[in-house]
């Protein structure tokens, strides 16, 4: 059975939703009677506009979704994903910035549910501009605040935490970000009895695409560790892990982008070697690194087999590959990461 004209769906690209993970999406009628598959793995960033009085079908979900309503559609497929609680900033860094900006960005959050404090007045007047309430006292974001984002320089988060504590509530959602901050450590500061998350991203989080793990600590249960999904995925990725490996989060994620501009620099510098200019062997490096991140991630495909996918026999990139390979290239990524995570396991400690 085909669609009328009227009934048809009119599909639209949702930038960076991640709302429904790849599934069978079916068209029923108004008599249940199923017309036909309309797409099999459907793209996460794809929704529907408009849904005519008919039942969309998802299948393969973590709970299989069948609703009727079309406000129902609507409100899951268009990406109205906002969150009610308020969010507070103590300390209002690049990152901080990122997060909130992201947040309003997406849709998530308003200017007016944020509020922020920060030793710089520059930073606070920053964030009035898309809204926020910035405060002179850190007690007062605790306390104008449901969520907590905890994002000074390392050696101050247990000075911060104590400062708050008296005005922290059961209800309160502590979020560290924070390298190298056990949970023990904030726990100690916060009380035994604080919902406390800590979570590693990185710097791709200025451009929305963080790679980013967390752990959950103290009283922090389930809702709480959606919530900290929810509000990270507007900015890129996140993974719940056990705090002993935040460590290679840290080695591998946390300081991959420096890896990673430098091979981007590297191929640049070979694109110039070769007689490209400046500007167009960056341009070239840089959106290469891009376009091949994105094959590992959509086509779930390894790495190795993509690698063979453009490595014909006898040809250009196998000669390269070989020179890499002399270079112990991959040996020296491996080396990398191991090495940052001793050295975050070692400042752990101190």
Do not use: W
């Not at 794809?46 to 005519?52: D, I």
């Not at 390392?154 to 509530?169: D, M, N, T, W, Y």
């Amino acid at each position: 059975m085909f669609l009328s004209a009227a009934a048809r769906f009119s599909l639209i690209r949702l930038s960076n939703k991640k709302l429904l993970p790849s599934q069978q999406v079916q068209l029923l009628s108004n008599d249940n009677t199923v017309s036909r598959p309309l797409f099999t793995s459907v793209s996460a960033s794809f929704a529907y506009r408009r849904a005519p009085r008919r039942a969309l079908d998802f299948k393969g979900t973590a709970c299989d979704l069948k609703k009727q309503s079309e406000p129902f559609v609507e409100e899951l497929l268009t990406g109205d994903m906002s969150v009610s609680k308020r969010l507070g900033f103590i300390g209002s860094g690049q990152m901080a910035e990122s997060l909130a900006r992201g947040l309003i960005e997406k849709g998530m959050v308003t200017g007016s549910q944020i509020s922020c404090s920060d030793p710089s007045p520059a930073r606070k007047d920053l964030f009035k501009t898309f809204g926020a309430s910035p405060y002179e006292s850190n007690v007062d974001v605790a306390s104008n605040s449901d969520v907590i984002f905890v994002a000074v320089k390392p050696q101050h988060v247990a000075v911060v935490l104590q400062e708050i504590r008296p005005v922290l509530k059961s209800t309160h959602t502590i979020i560290s970000i924070a390298a190298g901050i056990t949970l023990e450590t904030l726990l100690s500061a916060a009380g035994s009895d604080a919902k406390v998350v800590r979570v590693m991203p990185n710097t791709p989080c200025l451009v929305g695409e963080t790679a980013a793990a967390m752990c959950l600590g103290g009283k922090a249960d389930v809702e709480d560790e959606k919530l900290v999904r929810l509000l990270f995925e507007a900015v890129g990725k996140i993974f719940t892990v056990d705090e002993k490996l935040l460590s290679a989060v840290t080695g591998l994620s946390g300081s991959g982008p420096a890896y990673v501009f430098m091979m981007i620099e590297a191929l640049a510098d070979g694109g110039v070697r070769a007689g490209l200019p400046r500007d167009i062997s960056q341009a070239l490096a840089a959106q290469t690194v891009l376009g091949s991140a994105k094959m590992v991630l959509e086509t779930g495909k390894h790495p190795g087999a993509l690698k063979d996918m453009v490595t014909s026999p006898g040809g250009t990139t196998i000669a390269g590959v070989h020179e890499l390979e002399k270079g112990g290239i991959r040996a020296s990524f491996i080396n990398a990461v191991v090495a940052a995570t001793n050295r975050a396991d070692e400042l752990s400690k101190l």
